[in-house]
């Protein structure tokens, strides 16, 4: 059984470029959380998304970053015109139920701004 | 606001020791209180959790944990430190029944070393 896919596993971008972080959750969980890492921090909420809905976007930065997770697909973080603060850890987890704290946490994506 | 502290963000023990990783939160409400290990290139694997039963919670590999609400603690202890025990630690707390209880909030990690 899979557990937790995220990809890229590392993903270096240029100062302006787009970061596309995905995420396919464990099969059968339809309930995706997000959260990132800065340095010498602990990781952080950001989102929480059913199929097809945001839920909670409490944790998101206003400007510049989105999450979706389609009916079909992985479920997407996207950060546009990325800075060099947004170079952190990005860790997906996924639960079987409706917002839970039983969270499969994924290997995450370590996204360097240059 | 809830908020978690752990001290030490480095502790090295030697084969066969007692490991002691501390763990200090706050919650203005009554907590859920987890710890997760990772190792090297791999997601966050859960050790243990509180939800308000027992105070002292068995996980994984011989881990266990004591939530004392007078101390607002969650230390995570192991009586014999094996070589594969080498990871980082990560203690988080949420909200208790209702409420935002899927945002967990962690702690800076723990990496804990192991010396033959």
């Known amino acids: 059984n899979a557990g937790v896919m995220q990809n890229p596993r590392h993903l270096v971008r240029r100062r302006g470029q787009e970061a596309r972080l995905r995420c396919s959750p464990m099969k059968g969980h339809s309930h995706v959380y997000w959260y990132r890492q800065l340095p010498e921090e602990g990781l952080k909420f950001m989102v929480y998304l059913q199929k097809e809905n945001i839920i909670d976007e409490s944790g998101m930065p206003k400007e510049r970053f989105s999450a979706e997770f389609p009916k079909e697909g992985p479920s997407i973080l996207r950060i546009q015109q990325v800075v060099r603060g947004d170079s952190a850890a990005y860790f997906c987890a996924s639960s079987i139920n409706s917002g839970s704290n039983e969270q499969y946490f994924g290997p995450g994506t370590r996204l360097t701004v240059t | ?44 694997q859960l050790l243990l959790k509180y939800t308000s039963a027992a105070t002292l919670v068995k996980g994984i590999n011989g881990f266990e944990a004591e939530f004392k609400k007078s101390e607002t603690s969650f230390h995570l202890t192991k009586p014999s430190a094996h070589m594969s025990d080498a990871a980082e630690y990560f203690c988080a707390v949420s909200e208790g029944v209702g409420g935002s209880n899927y945002k967990l909030t962690f702690g800076k990690g723990t990496l804990l070393t192991v010396n033959p």
């Open chain 2, 1 to 44: 606001a809830q908020s978690v502290t752990q001290l030490g963000s480095h502790v090295s023990v030697s084969e066969g020791a007692l490991v002691l990783l501390r763990c200090n939160y706050s919650s203005s409400v009554p907590p859920y209180l987890f710890w997760y290990v990772q190792y090297p290139n791999q997601g966050l």
